[in-house]
């Protein structure tokens, strides 16, 4: 084989194990040459409050997607649930009470997420489209669409920080560890990625692929609940119509960090470095005055990139795997 066949493999390999790193890496300097503010210690301190959101959402939507479903109601779940935190809040002064309330809401609409979807065997596409509705509703009529401010204290955990490293960072770190302790060492975690790949065999094999759904639905659940307060906590209101698109930032950041959008393919990592690149990228554009409505075409730009380059890869790897079974 000649040095240049050599290289072409080599570079394949190197590009379909770390792409997706030197993409990260080839951001970050791109960002920094297009706006020298970008490194300032103000600018990733808020960069960083604003991804720990969404990434956390990523992990839900990861979870979701391995097991062959997905979520598009964790935008408006999370601006209902955080707008209760915060009214129960300013009813209580504690903040265990907030994140209780919280979770317990997130854990409520997912749980009807997963009925809808495990037992009466509608598409999660429709019924969490469903849920995205209610859910938005509800929180615009339990205020009339109006926002909650004077919070006080409440935005202590989305806007402080201990030491240097802010509070929401330590929030996505810890369920990055959660998530990749459930992917890599569960009994749970295998049956995500055999419900994934394959729903009928992974029946045949003695799984409760129904329970599976509905236990993933749940995990996704406490993250949208922990994500309401950090957001609601990082913009200092209780927001009714907050959060909006953020189901799209997360299935872009899970699919773009390696998850196969027709499930059983994802790690939690990948999910890391994918939500990082779309929150740079967010960045930058605002840094470089992009305008708004164009910022909108170039995010959409991005699912359908992401969403195509998934296809293409899974059917390259399909027709590596029917060529070797013929070379046999």
Same mark, same amino acid.
């Given at each position: 084989?000649?040095?240049?066949?050599?290289?072409?493999?080599?570079?394949?390999?190197?590009?379909?194990?770390?792409?997706?790193?030197?993409?990260?890496?080839?951001?970050?300097?791109?960002?920094?040459?297009?706006?020298?503010?970008?490194?300032?210690?103000?600018?990733?301190?808020?960069?960083?409050?604003?991804?720990?959101?969404?990434?956390?959402?990523?992990?839900?939507?990861?979870?979701?997607?391995?097991?062959?479903?997905?979520?598009?109601?964790?935008?408006?779940?999370?601006?209902?649930?955080?707008?209760?935190?915060?009214?129960?809040?300013?009813?209580?002064?504690?903040?265990?009470?907030?994140?209780?309330?919280?979770?317990?809401?997130?854990?409520?609409?997912?749980?009807?997420?997963?009925?809808?979807?495990?037992?009466?065997?509608?598409?999660?596409?429709?019924?969490?489209?469903?849920?995205?509705?209610?859910?938005?509703?509800?929180?615009?009529?339990?205020?009339?669409?109006?926002?909650?401010?004077?919070? %006080?204290?409440? &935005?202590?955990? *989305?806007?402080?920080?201990?030491? @240097? /490293?802010?509070?929401? +960072?330590?929030?996505?770190?810890? $369920?990055?560890?959660?998530?990749?302790?459930?992917?890599?060492?569960?009994?749970?975690?295998?049956?995500?990625?055999?419900?994934?790949?394959?729903?009928?065999?992974?029946?045949?094999?003695?799984?409760?692929?129904?329970?599976?759904?509905?236990?993933?639905?749940?995990?996704?659940?406490?993250?949208?609940?922990?994500?309401?307060?950090?957001?609601?906590?990082?913009?200092?209101?209780?927001?009714?119509?907050?959060?909006?698109?953020?189901?799209?930032?997360?299935?872009?950041?899970?699919?773009?960090?390696?998850?196969?959008?027709?499930? %059983?393919?994802? &790690?939690?990592? *990948?999910?890391?470095?994918?939500? @990082? /690149?779309?929150?740079? +990228?967010?960045?930058?554009?605002? $840094?470089?005055?992009?305008?708004?409505?164009?910022?909108?075409?170039?995010?959409?730009?991005?699912?359908?990139?992401?969403?195509?380059?998934?296809?293409?890869?899974?059917?390259?790897?399909?027709?590596?795997?029917?060529?070797?079974?013929?070379?046999?």
């Amino acid at each position: 084989m000649s040095g240049i066949g050599k290289a072409r493999i080599t570079w394949s390999s190197i590009s379909r194990s770390y792409g997706i790193y030197i993409a990260l890496f080839a951001m970050i300097i791109l960002s920094s040459v297009i706006n020298p503010n970008f490194f300032s210690a103000e600018n990733i301190s808020n960069v960083t409050r604003q991804i720990s959101v969404t990434t956390i959402l990523a992990f839900g939507e990861t979870i979701l997607i391995i097991c062959g479903l997905l979520d598009l109601s964790c935008g408006s779940v999370l601006a209902l649930a955080g707008l209760l935190s915060v009214i129960s809040y300013k009813a209580t002064g504690s903040m265990a009470v907030a994140f209780a309330v919280a979770i317990g809401v997130a854990l409520f609409c997912n749980y009807l997420n997963a009925m809808m979807v495990a037992l009466l065997n509608a598409p999660a596409f429709i019924a969490t489209l469903a849920m995205q509705t209610m859910a938005r509703g509800c929180a615009l009529l339990l205020t009339k669409g109006q926002d909650v401010y004077q919070i %006080g204290n409440y &935005t202590k955990v *989305g806007q402080g920080s201990i030491g @240097f /490293i802010p509070i929401p +960072l330590l929030f996505l770190v810890g $369920l990055f560890l959660a998530t990749w302790y459930i992917l890599n060492n569960t009994r749970f975690g295998r049956a995500l990625y055999a419900v994934g790949g394959n729903q009928e065999a992974a029946k045949a094999s003695g799984i409760n692929v129904r329970g599976t759904k509905v236990t993933a639905f749940m995990v996704n659940g406490l993250f949208v609940g922990i994500a309401g307060v950090l957001f609601m906590s990082r913009v200092n209101a209780g927001l009714p119509n907050g959060a909006i698109n953020y189901e799209f930032q997360g299935l872009t950041s899970s699919i773009i960090g390696g998850t196969s959008f027709t499930g %059983g393919v994802g &790690t939690a990592g *990948g999910t890391v470095v994918g939500s @990082f /690149i779309v929150g740079f +990228l967010n960045n930058i554009l605002n $840094l470089a005055n992009v305008n708004s409505y164009l910022q909108q075409i170039v995010r959409g730009a991005i699912i359908a990139l992401a969403v195509i380059y998934d296809i293409w890869t899974k059917n390259r790897r399909t027709r590596s795997l029917v060529r070797g079974m013929a070379a046999k």
